[in-house]
């Protein structure tokens, strides 16, 4: 179970290629039928279109499941890894600019995207969003810059420690795991000091772009994560900050990893409950926490070899099922009331002797995830900023979770570099800054209750909850359109949120063809 570490509040992201083909005809072949030469020319480089300093060019955001990138335009700005070292090592931040539609008035102050994870990157995040600022762009451009150790901003990756896999021992997996954490840690401090990739640095690399820009003040829009970005950026620039939005929100004064089995016990009590109202979904899969519980409990006695198909090859293979692919699998899919849906049909056929669905599903999902995370950058973070606050929790000691993704996070961060933590780092944030708030009620990882805790301490905030949502909600419903009034007004308070009201919940599946009538 040790080894799902790596998994902490990871967003499913699938990055398309894209290629082109030129075709031009042979010199001799035109020579010959003397036609003229059709030989292309090559297009003249676009001239950079500035932004305060930052020169920028044209580029795309490839997007999710092969769908059309994001036109926007892209730059850099080098900043100082060490900032006690101003001409010592560099790291370019990787930057992307969304400008305001051509028509309109255009607001001086952008909206800058803070990305989730730790260790997602906001130029990877923001196709996935993008609809959320339809109404946005008509007034204000939106920035997006690759947290340093993300994206394309110098990257901290941990090849070895993405692609491990749960094993039946323990032990030997927990010490496959410590090595590979030494030989990324190695790897990386090469042409890193990963002393330097937490909050705070990324809070003066984004005023950094800020001050380049030409920006007095900026919109921040973080998402889970990203929302301690956006905290820790208003403590420390209030002058510069105009307004908040808090998409699944995460406290300051939570220890990344504390509360994920309990948290994730909670949501799927919820979720699951909500086949035990619909009779069609009861009489066909019965009680799908009960037996959630009997198939972990029958894993962990004896563990089946089960023969599924291999989704990344077609062959059909042989694995034994072990209680931490259920766990991962599970949790991950509880972020999306889409995915999560399928939930109780899957423990149901489990239940029932028929594993393979579960076993293709979560060796498909470890594959997705592998490359989508910069590992090294979340644990320079989570070590730096949470570790000496994780403890097991001996009430969670039997959840779907326990406490080994505590024990294996404190297990690696005792073998990472730590920077400094600022001495109220984990203080609640106080400020009088317009602050929007949002919670899925169905979240298995950031609850409402944590935005009601931090609404607390900013008396122009307003906390909203929408109903059958999970995690990352700012594209649910009629969200988009407060969002854009939020950021027209900058007062949260009188925002018409009766809208949300219309948000269904996403019904289970009962059977392989789908949803019910």
């Not at 030469?37 to 297009?43: G, L, R, S, W």
């Not at 490839?62 to 036109?71: F, I, M, R, W």
């Not at 339809?134 to 090849?159: A, E, I, M, W, Y």
Request: charged letters at 20%; aromatic letters at 6%.
């Amino acid at each position: 179970m040790s080894r799902k570490a790596r998994f902490i509040l990871v967003v499913l992201a699938l990055v398309a290629v894209f290629g082109y083909r030129q075709y031009r005809d042979h010199a001799r072949d035109a020579a010959a039928s003397g036609a003229p030469d059709t030989k292309p020319t090559p297009a003249p480089p676009a001239e950079p279109r500035m932004l305060g300093s930052i020169a920028f060019t044209p580029c795309t955001l490839p997007s999710q499941l092969g769908a059309p990138g994001v036109e926007a335009q892209c730059g850099s700005l080098p900043v100082a890894e060490n900032p006690a070292l101003p001409q010592g090592r560099k790291i370019t931040l990787n930057i992307a600019w969304i400008p305001a539609d051509e028509d309109g008035e255009k607001a001086p102050d952008p909206v800058f995207l803070l990305a989730g994870g730790p260790g997602q990157s906001a130029t990877g995040s923001y196709p996935a969003v993008a609809a959320a600022f339809k109404d946005v762009l008509k007034q204000r451009g939106v920035v997006l810059v690759d947290q340093r150790g993300t994206g394309k901003s110098n990257p901290l990756q941990c090849p070895d420690l993405a692609e491990g896999e749960p094993s039946l021992d323990e032990a030997a997996a927990e010490q496959s795991m410590l090595a590979a954490v030494g030989r990324c840690r190695e790897a990386l401090s090469k042409r890193a000091d990963l002393r330097f990739y937490t909050t705070s640095d990324a809070v003066r690399d984004l005023d950094a772009v800020r001050q380049a820009i030409g920006a007095d003040t900026i919109n921040l829009l973080g998402i889970s994560y990203g929302t301690r970005v956006a905290q820790q950026y208003a403590r420390a620039y209030p002058r510069h900050t105009r307004t908040l939005v808090l998409d699944s929100v995460a406290p300051n004064d939570l220890f990344l990893g504390n509360d994920f089995a309990r948290n994730l016990e909670s949501a799927l009590d919820l979720q699951f409950a909500r086949c035990g109202k619909i009779p069609a979904c009861a009489s066909a899969l019965g009680d799908p926490r009960g037996q959630l519980d009997a198939l972990m409990a029958r894993l962990e006695a004896e563990p089946p070899l089960v023969t599924y198909r291999d989704a990344s090859t077609g062959r059909s293979t042989q694995e034994r099922l072990l209680p931490a692919h259920i766990a991962g699998l599970a949790r991950m899919y509880a972020y999306s009331p889409m995915v999560s849906s399928i939930l109780p049909l899957l423990i149901h056929e489990g239940a029932q002797g028929r594993y393979d669905g579960l076993m293709a599903l979560s060796k498909m999902l470890g594959s997705q995830l592998s490359d989508q995370m910069a590992y090294g950058m979340q644990l320079s973070v989570i070590c730096s900023e949470d570790a000496d606050g994780l403890q097991d929790d001996p009430a969670m000691a039997s959840s779907l979770l326990g406490n080994s993704l505590v024990a294996g996070l404190v297990a690696q961060c005792a073998a990472w570099p730590k920077g400094k933590r600022p001495a109220d780092f984990h203080a609640p944030l106080a400020s009088d800054v317009p602050a929007l708030l949002l919670s899925g009620e169905l979240d298995p990882v950031t609850p409402p209750a944590y935005a009601a805790r931090v609404v607390k301490t900013l008396p122009k905030g307003r906390s909203l909850v929408l109903r059958g949502q999970a995690h990352n909600v700012i594209g649910a419903g009629c969200m988009p359109k407060l969002f854009a009034q939020f950021l027209e007004t900058a007062d949260a308070k009188t925002l018409d949120a009766k809208c949300l009201d219309k948000l269904a919940y996403t019904p289970p599946f009962t059977s392989f063809n789908g949803w019910g009538p």
